[in-house]
């Protein structure tokens, strides 16, 4: 186990994206038209969280940065998708450094999501958020 996160650390983000099949390759490709209309419906900075368990940014009208993904197979299958449908779109996807791995939180029927069990995290999560006002 320990190995396996130490292999995990060791690669980069490209790395770790599945390789794709040709038929696989061949979807992704047919979203060309998705991602041309995701870049341009997004102002650079925008965020979009997909429901693949990945949150992309727009940088510039030829570049989207993901900047969180779900450590979690299906998430990197799907960042592997749209990776392929920006590139054949001549869209640029950067993920190092920028991208964030973190744990998948089980939302579904009570279950526990990954949170500090520290004592005091709660407390000083608080204080730590600043938080926005909007006047």
């Known amino acids: 186990m320990m190995k ?5 650390e060791q690669k980069s983000m490209a790395e770790r994206l599945p390789e ?3 038929e696989e390759m061949e979807n992704a490709l047919s979203e060309i ?4 209309k995701f870049i341009a419906s997004h102002r650079q900075g925008d965020f ?5 368990g990945m949150t992309l940014q727009a940088v510039s009208f ?4 993901c900047v969180r993904i779900f ?4 998430a990197w299958w799907m960042l592997s998708m749209i990776n392929a449908s920006f590139k054949g779109a001549g869209i640029k996807l950067q ?10 939180a089980e939302y579904a029927e009570g279950g526990k999501s990954e949170v500090s069990t ?3 995290a709660v407390e000083i999560a608080v204080k730590e958020n600043f938080g926005v006002e909007v006047v």
Do not use: H
């Open 33 to 36: 038209k998705w991602a041309k």
């Open 118 to 120: 520290k004592r005091d």
């Open 20 to 22: 794709l099949t040709e």
């Open 62 to 65: 030829d570049t989207v940065r």
């Open 4 to 8: 396996e996160i130490q292999n995990k």
């Open 95 to 104: 993920l190092e450094p920028y991208t964030i791995v973190t744990q998948t």
């Open 48 to 52: 979009q969280t997909m429901s693949g």
């Open 71 to 74: 450590d979690d197979q299906r």
